[in-house]
Nanobody, 118 residues
Framework: QVQLVESGGGLVQAGGSLTLSCRVS????????TGWYRQAPGKQREMVAR???????RYLDSVKGRFTIYRDNEKNTLFLQMNGLKPEDTAVYYC????????????WGQGTQVTVSS
């Protein structure tokens, strides 16, 4: 059983920055893929960024060049650095893992709210 605990959300003005953290129980390097999803009110959940154990990244087109996903292996923590935030980035952000690399995102955090004011 993998537990994921997010932190770092909040209210920020457009153009500002936030860094989200996701503390993973156990060794983060045991998880094939970890990532961040988000869900805005009335919209479907979407993948924001993902990171494989081999350091391959993938980003949602609308966040490329603004967001960076990375991890601290010693602290078993996943991060999402968000710069140049826009009001359309407002959502609940979830940390999740596809531990076996089979596109089955079996474990999710509780979510953290990010609100970007214009």
């Amino acid at each position: 059983q993998v537990q994921l605990v997010e932190s770092g959300g909040g209210l920020v003005q457009a153009g500002g920055s936030l860094t989200l953290s996701c503390r993973v129980s156990g060794r983060i390097l045991d998880l094939s893929v970890t990532g961040w999803y988000r869900q805005a009110p009335g919209k479907q959940r979407e993948m924001v960024a993902r990171l494989t154990v081999g350091e391959t990244t993938r980003y949602l087109d609308s966040v490329k060049g603004r967001f960076t996903i990375y991890r601290d292996n010693e602290k078993n923590t996943l991060f999402l650095q968000m710069n140049g935030l826009k009001p359309e980035d407002t959502a609940v952000y979830y940390c999740a893992t596809d531990p076996n690399g089979t596109n089955r995102w079996n474990y999710w955090g509780q979510g953290t709210q990010v609100t970007v004011s214009s």
